[in-house]
């Protein structure tokens, strides 16, 4: 079966899947949609291939070929295809244009649900495909000079158009009601609009109650209806803001965007706020004994640094 077939197929049965709505078909659909959409990505690399060159674009392995004195050919070899993150830099190379924020959103449900939410629901998997929706909509008429409605088939296209309307709606009341609380922190903030439902997994969660201050602001599910405590979601909420900040640092090196307050102990100091987003504690970044500057992760010894700490009895 060739390339696009397969895509378009997946995407479809992706969407019955969600129509369907029970844990397995959910869990199916989230893998349905995720493996379509990368195939859709393949088939544009496809596209791109020169003739006679094995599909080089979408293989996993490139060789160099002589085909002639001074004439040097790049194909495909063995049977292995492209995985996401080649698909990634082939198309920065080429200048092929993909939405890769929302594709990562999809993904990252895609590793999560099958090991947490017990009670999945529609809800939890409406995001993925909006998600979808969007990513195909502009790939198709950008990258593959097709027509969504037509290429998904009206039945697929409607359906997805449906269920993004009403989760966007959805968010977007979502997020107002969140606008509301004063968060006092910016990444607690824009974390709060990411993190799940611990229950049914949706990403649905709003004030239960009208409130000003974080502290006193219990979260609650829109599908399901359980609550989240801030000593539950804050520290969620900082980790899923500063997730790329935390992630560059760890692979490139640098300083840890958050760590450990050493108030309340949890993981919530936001370094570039001088402030732990859970307590509001706001403790020195400077050591009180020999002055140095500590780092994110020092922050859980502080008004010592880690090394004063450490060799405490000398300054005493
Ligand atoms: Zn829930
Ligand atoms: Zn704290
Ligand atoms: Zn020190």
Not at 155 to 178: G, H, I, S
Not at 243 to 271: F, K, N, Q, R, S
Request: proline share 3%; glycine share 8%.
């Amino acid at each position: 079966m060739d390339l696009l077939t397969n895509a378009i197929e997946s995407i479809q049965i992706g969407v019955d899947d969600f129509r369907a709505g029970s844990r397995p078909r959910l869990l199916s659909a989230v893998r349905n949609i995720h493996a379509g959409i990368l195939l859709l990505f393949k088939e544009a690399l496809l596209r791109r291939s020169p003739p006679g060159s094995n599909e080089v674009l979408i293989k996993a392995r490139i060789e160099a070929r002589l085909d002639g004195p001074d004439q040097i050919a790049f194909v495909g070899a063995g049977r292995k295809t492209v995985d996401t993150q080649q698909v990634r830099e082939r198309f920065k190379s080429l200048g092929i244009a993909a939405d890769w924020k929302l594709f990562d959103q999809i993904a990252d449900v895609r590793n999560e649900v099958e090991h947490y939410f017990p009670h999945l629901t529609q809800d939890a998997i409406a995001g993925v495909v909006a998600s979808a929706m969007l990513i195909v909509r502009n790939f198709a008429a950008n990258e593959l000079g097709a027509e969504p409605r037509e290429l998904l088939g009206q039945k697929t296209w409607e359906a997805m158009l449906q269920v993004t309307d009403l989760y966007q709606e959805e968010r977007k009341r979502c997020d107002q009601a969140l606008t509301l609380i004063a968060w006092e922190s910016e990444a607690l903030e824009s974390g709060v609009k990411q993190i799940r439902c611990q229950h049914c997994g949706s990403g649905l969660l709003k004030p239960a109650e009208a409130s000003s201050s974080y502290s006193d602001t219990t979260l609650q599910c829109r599908g399901c209806g359980s609550t989240r405590e801030p000593d539950s979601y804050v520290a969620e909420a900082i980790a899923e803001a500063l997730d790329w900040e935390a992630h560059v640092a760890m692979t490139d090196g640098g300083e840890e965007p958050y760590g450990e307050c050493p108030d309340c102990g949890l993981v919530t100091y936001v370094y570039a706020e001088r402030r732990c987003a859970h307590c509001g504690e706001t403790a020195a970044t400077e050591c009180a004994c020999c002055g140095t500057t500590m780092s994110a992760s020092e922050m859980a010894s502080s008004p010592l640094c880690g090394w004063c700490d450490y060799m405490k009895s000398k300054c005493d």
